[in-house]
């Protein structure tokens, strides 16, 4: 028994930190999979990071997971919480691990109990990754109906893992931080129909669907890149839609950071959602930024306050301190998004 907590400790530790080492999406997933497996073995892995400060995907990366026709169903019928162990519930606790078993009788009538037979799987785990009172992702394990189902000791040994893992996310996407910005493009539109229907498109959004393409939930295969756009829609269109307000994720891309909102109409377009596509402004990234880099309420007035171009002294006497103390809120800001100084910080926003 000693032996084996040792080893969990020992486990929760290497997750945390191979996410420093991962140098993109797939890279990350790979990685937490194989750690994770030296205690929850499974045959396939869906890994989605979230923006914080929204629950919306920023990131997806997956090994032998669900097809993507089965993969959207569900991401509908979650979203209707219609279905077991809804990741928004997992991610409010107080349990963040899910576990659905095809020999179970519970849920007889579950889409996703049906679904997993004919894709040949067995069992299923959902794994929420929240820290801090902030959602920062979801991974879901996959076992084949050939191989031993989830047990209630591994929904035990999960629950361990959840805060690790959302701790190798948060650093991950910490990472990302300093993005300096070469997007140039125009903002891109489309407009979604109550039915899910592609309605508009404006030409720049094939642009921004091949800069998301690399950490976006984007199909793969030979499909129509209209099919590509759907599912990379699908997620934020979903969310404004039951929210009935604007969401927005912020993504970390090559070339910077880009901004995706989904904000649903009203009056005769009710159900009609406006997806927007855009760079990311210093005002719109903060708060995730924040969140991910572990930047107190009072570094975030501070930075704001430098992005707007302001100087120290001007800064310190704007919030009545010390420049002594403004510069040390410096050091703190810097040293969590790995800047070495001002210029490199302003020029990532």
């Given at each position: 028994m000693t032996a084996r907590l040792e080893g969990t400790h020992r486990l929760r530790y290497t997750i945390a930190a191979e996410a420093q080492h991962a140098v993109d999406v797939p890279e990350l997933g790979h990685q937490l999979s194989q750690q994770v497996k030296l205690f929850l073995p499974h045959d396939g892995y869906m890994l989605a990071g979230l923006d914080p400060l929204g629950d919306a995907t920023c990131f997806f990366t997956a090994e032998g997971g669900y097809s993507i026709g089965f993969n959207n169903r569900l991401e509908e019928a979650d979203s209707l919480g219609d279905e077991p162990h809804p990741f928004a519930q997992l991610l409010r606790g107080p349990a963040r691990v899910g576990v659905l078993n095809t020999s179970s009788t519970a849920h007889r009538d579950s889409l996703r109990l049906r679904g997993m037979v004919a894709e040949d799987f067995g069992s299923e785990m959902r794994i929420a990754l929240a820290a801090s009172g902030y959602a920062l992702g979801a991974l879901v394990l996959l076992r084949r109906r050939d191989t031993k189902p989830f047990s209630s000791a591994d929904t035990a040994r999960a629950e361990g893992l959840s805060a690790p893992l959302a701790e190798a996310v948060r650093r991950f996407m910490a990472r990302q931080a300093l993005r300096p910005s070469r997007l140039t493009l125009p903002t891109g539109v489309v407009v979604i129909g109550p039915d899910d229907t592609i309605r508009s498109v404006t030409p720049t959004v094939w642009d921004w669907l091949r800069l998301l393409s690399a950490v976006a939930p984007v199909a793969v295969g030979k499909l129509e890149r209209t099919e590509n756009l759907r599912y990379v829609t699908r997620n934020i269109s979903l969310l404004a839609r039951r929210?009935?307000?604007?969401?927005?994720?912020?993504?970390?891309?090559?070339?910077?950071?880009?901004?995706?909102?989904?904000?649903?109409?009203?009056?005769?377009?009710?159900?009609?959602?406006?997806?927007?596509?855009?760079?990311?402004?210093?005002?719109?990234?903060?708060?995730?930024?924040?969140?991910?880099?572990?930047?107190?309420?009072?570094?975030?007035?501070?930075?704001?306050?430098?992005?707007?171009?302001?100087?120290?002294?001007?800064?310190?006497?704007?919030?009545?301190?010390?420049?002594?103390?403004?510069?040390?809120?410096?050091?703190?800001?810097?040293?969590?998004?790995?800047?070495?100084?001002?210029?490199?910080?302003?020029?990532?926003?």
């Open positions: 929210a009935r307000r604007p969401v927005t994720s912020r993504i970390a891309t090559r070339d910077g950071w880009v901004s995706v909102q989904g904000q649903p109409l009203g009056g005769e377009e009710s159900g009609t959602v406006v997806v927007t596509y855009q760079q990311a402004t210093a005002a719109t990234l903060l708060p995730s930024l924040s969140a991910w880099c572990g930047i107190t309420s009072r570094e975030q007035t501070v930075l704001g306050l430098l992005l707007q171009g302001m100087p120290t002294k001007r800064l310190a006497r704007k919030l009545d301190l010390s420049p002594h103390t403004v510069n040390d809120h410096l050091k703190a800001i810097y040293r969590k998004v790995g800047a070495s100084g001002r210029d490199e910080l302003v020029a990532s926003f």
